[in-house]
């Protein structure tokens, strides 16, 4: 028995995450070098105490219709135990509504303790299909758990719905360059503007490409990656949402960035760069601002790690 069971606590960091990488909508995604913590207790039968602290502290609920909670009792549930009352503590440090992957961190964080305290009943894979099932999809869901960079798939089985997963070793060298822009817009409304059906041209394009970005990260090739990191399906009809994007993209890659794309449903925009990013940093800045939009500026390196109890 581990320190964390046999106390009843266990604590688990979970990093951040970009979804999409350009062209891979709802396929790829990144761990990031920025982290929320999730801390769990085991507390008396019907007890129930939620804690937030740093982002989204207004706005999380402290009571069962916390996400987090729902998660916790699901992993309780599948791991046949019965579930005692929970004292959870959310540190966060990530963004929330910024497209960073903060609501996959918080239930990766709290399913990875509940299956701590449950005696790591569960394998890694079920973990990665409950939060998927709360999620929608993978595509934060798998970095956030494995770290690096992940594709995924979602697929349907006789047990339900299936998540494949591959994980790719973070790509050596490379930084993102993180602009946060000071609103947040919810990942239902992001995806309200996409269509329901795109030109079959466009759906090509974007095989082609993810393919390529595919085979840039695996091979650290980021000349092929400045390349092919474009997109028809989601970033075109996501442009209005997000002032000036367009600009800050262009801006980015005159300075100096191999690529630049949408984090996840945005409004954050990233761009990659190798060694000194000062000058993508105050591009990206000059221009957002342009168009009356204040961002915070952070430079993070890939995760090479997923969720982890510590």
Same mark, same amino acid.
């Given at each position: 028995?581990?320190?964390?069971?046999?106390?009843?606590?266990?604590?688990?960091?979970?990093?951040?995450?970009?979804?999409?990488?350009?062209?891979?909508?709802?396929?790829?995604?990144?761990?990031?070098?920025?982290?929320?913590?999730?801390?769990?207790?085991?507390?008396?039968?019907?007890?129930?105490?939620?804690?937030?602290?740093?982002?989204?502290?207004?706005?999380?609920?402290?009571?069962?219709?916390?996400?987090?909670? /729902?998660?916790?009792?699901?992993?309780?549930?599948?791991?046949? /135990?019965?579930?005692?009352?929970?004292?959870? /503590?959310?540190?966060?440090?990530?963004?929330?509504?910024?497209?960073?992957?903060?609501?996959?961190?918080?239930?990766?964080?709290?399913?990875?303790?509940?299956?701590?305290?449950?005696?790591?009943?569960?394998?890694?894979?079920?973990?990665?299909?409950?939060?998927?099932?709360?999620?929608?999809?993978?595509?934060?869901?798998?970095?956030?758990?494995?770290?690096?960079?992940?594709?995924?798939?979602?697929?349907?089985?006789?047990?339900?719905?299936?998540?494949?997963?591959?994980?790719?070793?973070?790509?050596?060298?490379?930084?993102?360059?993180?602009?946060?822009?000071?609103?947040?817009?919810?990942?239902?409304?992001?995806?309200?503007?996409?269509?329901?059906?795109?030109?079959?041209?466009?759906?090509?394009?974007?095989?082609?490409?993810?393919?390529?970005?595919?085979?840039?990260?695996?091979?650290?090739?980021?000349?092929?990656?400045?390349?092919?990191?474009?997109?028809?399906?989601?970033?075109?009809?996501?442009?209005?949402?997000?002032?000036?994007?367009?600009?800050?993209?262009?801006?980015?890659?005159?300075?100096?960035?191999?690529?630049?794309?949408?984090?996840?449903?945005?409004?954050?925009?990233?761009?990659?760069?190798?060694?000194?990013?000062?000058?993508?940093?105050?591009?990206?800045?000059?221009?957002?601002?342009?168009?009356?939009?204040?961002?915070?500026?952070?430079?993070?390196?890939?995760?090479?790690?997923?969720?982890?109890?510590?």
């Amino acid at each position: 028995m581990t320190p964390a069971r046999a106390s009843g606590f266990v604590r688990v960091k979970v990093p951040a995450t970009t979804a999409n990488l350009g062209p891979g909508f709802d396929t790829i995604g990144m761990a990031l070098e920025l982290y929320n913590i999730v801390e769990l207790s085991l507390l008396a039968p019907d007890e129930l105490v939620v804690e937030v602290e740093g982002e989204g502290v207004a706005n999380i609920p402290r009571d069962e219709t916390n996400i987090v909670i /729902k998660v916790i009792r699901q992993v309780f549930k599948k791991a046949k /135990k019965n579930p005692s009352g929970f004292k959870l /503590k959310l540190i966060n440090h990530i963004p929330v509504a910024r497209g960073l992957g903060s609501s996959a961190a918080a239930l990766v964080g709290g399913a990875v303790a509940a299956n701590e305290l449950c005696g790591n009943a569960l394998s890694d894979q079920e973990i990665l299909e409950i939060v998927t099932d709360f999620e929608g999809h993978p595509d934060n869901v798998a970095p956030a758990l494995f770290g690096g960079v992940v594709v995924s798939a979602q697929m349907k089985s006789e047990q339900g719905t299936e998540v494949v997963s591959r994980k790719i070793p973070p790509p050596y060298g490379l930084k993102a360059v993180v602009a946060i822009p000071d609103f947040h817009l919810a990942t239902k409304s992001a995806r309200s503007v996409l269509p329901a059906q795109v030109p079959f041209e466009d759906a090509v394009f974007n095989l082609s490409r993810v393919s390529m970005v595919i085979m840039a990260f695996i091979h650290n090739d980021w000349d092929l990656l400045s390349k092919m990191m474009e997109d028809r399906l989601h970033q075109p009809y996501r442009q209005a949402l997000i002032p000036g994007m367009t600009e800050v993209f262009e801006e980015a890659r005159q300075a100096g960035a191999i690529a630049a794309m949408l984090s996840g449903a945005g409004p954050t925009l990233i761009a990659f760069g190798l060694e000194d990013t000062q000058e993508i940093a105050e591009a990206m800045e000059k221009a957002f601002l342009r168009h009356g939009v204040n961002i915070t500026i952070k430079e993070l390196k890939p995760s090479p790690v997923g969720a982890k109890v510590f």
